[in-house]
């Protein structure tokens, strides 16, 4: 299935912006963490469609999966 | 510590000393305060009854980090209610380190003329003013450094706050020379309404701040700044991207208010983001990390440069890329700085203009997406044309003369970056804060979107009640004693940090308050200010939020379902 994958903040530092990612059936957001060599203590936020997510969340063909350093303002 | 009066009836001075009621108070703990005992509720904000009130906060002049902020407070033109709105900036060391933990300026010059007020060690001067009448923000802060020199703090009005249009406010010089605002609530207006066009202050000789215990102190604050430092919220991603960096969180989360409050997601939200602006600042020469005040290591801010490289504007934040951006659908990050630019020399409100300035796209006075409309429309405020005084009055001013109902407002203040129905938690802060939509007051976004002390599902009511209700004692507290809300992320989820707040209260004032004794200062600021506004002549009708958030919005499809029971629930305590 194919799922798209978009980092933000620090997270895109060498790596990228967004990009479509192959995956086995029933892949979880840790799956896409470890795909792209991401540490885990990294994310701190993973969206899934919009939706706040864990990392075993089970993905689907379609989803976008948004991942996120600690970020903060106001 | 003293305070200094200021009455601009018969331009005298006096100086107080500080009553007992008023020694653990600071910031907007004690601007609200003063003007709750000082100001009659029901007096016309313009008027000769209104009083504008400056204080430090608490810490103000000490070496704790990020404790330099300003509270200026008034009864409020924009919103009819009682209003404290802070800033960063050069003031409130000043103020500290003079002694002086307030100054009030009441009345109103008989005579046709503007002043400018000049504070220092043994009080107060009040001259009148005509070289700067009608001048921006930056040229009163250049004028005033060169006279008195590079130290001199500066509080000035623009030309908004000449004409006390109800979304003028008071600009603070910062340590570079760029402009901090006390931004919200039309509080320019209300120093116009005084005519005074700028305040200098020069701190030397000062007499200090107290200190009962230094060592004591020291230690809370080594444990303070450290804790600062070490979150990746305060230690990292805020100096490197700044408060910017919201606009793509809140677009992937469905929540960044896109066309007057329709959308959740904006489709230019990537070229307005904090990552683009942290890369244009830099390949541009800016400086993407900036302190408002000395002693702030969080250091949120920056300068932004245009394409040549020259300055073009600093202090650059997410509300404001927010407004100007995915709110009116502008998708270009130099023209949203230029309106940035603008607003800081004229002087006007970035969150309240923007709103202004959807209001204005719902009128069809400019089509959605015309960055260079706004360009002439601020130009039109600035030049104070007929439209200029419409629009520099705010949204509901703005939509009244032009027959348009979609205001995105609560008490006449623009609700700002975060969609209500989309981040329920802020939708609960809006409504039922004293100072009208303000997101500082009870910032739920934290919980609600960045996982930072918590972490309650936005698109779910369940919670948000509490949510907000705590975050809007514990602000009250943090804006009583000076320090910046960004504080708040490591004090959130750091215990240690949080006691040390105590203990420097403690070691600073000889007093021996506990956890309780901190937040009943913050639920006792804010029955203060829920009594002004109730004499004022607020209900709980107005803790409510305008009409168009029983549509849903996209692509959540997010409704707005807290009943109006439960936020009358939200102060009660
Ligand atoms: S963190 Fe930002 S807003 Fe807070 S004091 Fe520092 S520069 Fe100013």
């Not at chain 2, 043994?122 to 001048?135: F, S």
């Not at chain 2, 979304?167 to 609530?185: C, E």
């Not at chain 2, 609960?428 to 930072?452: E, F, P």
């Not at chain 2, 006691?499 to 308050?513: C, E, L, S």
Request: proline fraction near 4%; aromatic fraction near 8%.
């Amino acid at each position: 299935m194919q799922v798209d994958v978009k980092l933000f903040a620090s997270l895109r530092e060498g790596r990228f912006e967004s990009e479509k990612a192959e995956l086995e059936n029933q892949s979880r957001v840790i799956d896409v963490i470890k795909k792209y060599n991401i540490p885990l203590e990294e994310v701190h936020i993973c969206l899934v469609d919009g939706r706040d997510a864990d990392t075993e969340h089970v993905l689907q063909d379609g989803n976008t999966v948004s991942l996120f350093p600690p970020v903060g303002g106001a | 510590m003293k305070i200094y009066r200021v009455n601009m009836s018969n331009l005298s001075f006096t100086q107080e000393e500080v009553p007992e009621e008023w020694r653990l108070l600071g910031g907007r703990g004690l601007t609200s305060a003063i003007v709750a005992k000082e100001v009659d509720p029901t007096c016309n904000p313009l008027g000769s009854k209104n009083k504008l009130v400056f204080a430090p906060g608490l810490f103000a002049g000490t070496m704790v980090a990020n404790s330099g902020r300003l509270s200026v407070g008034a009864k409020s033109p924009l919103t009819g209610g009682i209003k404290e709105s802070n800033a960063g900036g050069t003031a409130a060391q000043r103020f500290a380190k003079l002694g002086v933990k307030a100054l009030i300026v009441e009345g109103i010059p008989e005579e046709d003329k503007w002043y400018c007020i000049h504070v220092h060690k043994d009080g107060v001067e009040i001259k009148e003013e005509t070289e700067l009448l009608g001048k921006g923000n930056y040229e009163v802060i250049h004028t005033m450094t060169a006279r008195y020199g590079e130290n001199t703090g500066v509080m000035t009005i623009g030309q908004a706050g000449e004409y006390k249009l109800s979304t003028a406010n008071i600009s603070v010089k910062d340590p570079k020379g760029h402009i901090r605002s006390a931004g919200r609530g039309g509080l320019g207006a209300v120093m116009g309404s005084k005519r005074i066009k700028f305040i200098t202050l020069d701190d030397n000789d000062g007499a200090g701040i107290e200190m009962k215990d230094k060592e004591k102190f020291k230690d809370a604050a080594r444990i303070f700044n450290k804790a600062l430092l070490e979150h990746p919220v305060s230690g990292d991603a805020l100096p490197k991207y700044g408060t910017n960096v919201l606009v793509n969180i809140l677009n992937e989360a469905g929540g960044l208010p896109t066309k007057n409050f329709r959308m959740g997601r904006f489709d230019g939200a990537e070229k307005i983001c904090g990552e683009k602006m942290y890369d244009t600042i830099v390949s541009r020469n800016g400086d993407p990390t900036h302190g408002c005040h000395v002693g702030c290591i969080i250091r949120c801010s920056q300068t932004y440069n245009d394409k040549d490289g020259k300055y073009l504007t600093a202090g650059f934040e997410y509300e404001t890329i927010w407004g100007f951006g995915a709110g009116c659908l502008v998708d270009d990050l130099d023209i949203i700085a230029r309106i940035d630019q603008m607003c800081d020399d004229i002087g006007l409100d970035t969150i309240d203009t923007a709103g202004t300035m959807m209001v204005a796209m719902e009128a069809g006075l400019l089509p959605w997406g015309d960055g260079e409309g706004i360009i002439k429309f601020v130009e039109e405020i600035k030049e104070g044309s007929h439209l200029g005084r419409i629009l520099g009055n705010g949204p509901n001013f703005t939509g009244k003369a032009f027959g348009v109902t979609r205001i995105p407002t609560v008490k006449g203040q623009t609700i700002p970056a975060y969609d209500p129905r989309a981040v329920k938690g802020i939708g609960v802060t809006y409504a039922t804060t004293t100072m009208g939509a303000d997101h500082t007051a009870g910032y739920a976004v934290a919980t609600n979107i960045l996982k930072v002390g918590g972490n309650i599902d936005p698109l779910n009511k369940e919670g948000q009640i509490e949510l907000s209700r705590n975050l809007q004692i514990a602000t009250a507290s943090i804006d009583s004693s000076g320090l910046c809300l960004f504080v708040a992320f490591a004090v959130l989820d750091s215990e240690p940090a949080s006691h040390a707040i105590i203990d420097m209260v403690n070691a600073q004032y000889g007093t021996n308050w506990s956890v309780e004794d901190w937040f009943d200062l913050g639920r006792s600021v804010l029955k203060t200010e829920i009594a002004f506004n109730k004499a004022a002549g607020f209900t709980s009708k107005d803790d409510r939020l305008p009409e168009f958030v029983a549509e849903s919005i996209p692509p959540h499809d997010a409704v707005w379902d807290i009943t109006n029971e439960e936020l009358d629930q939200v102060l009660q305590f």
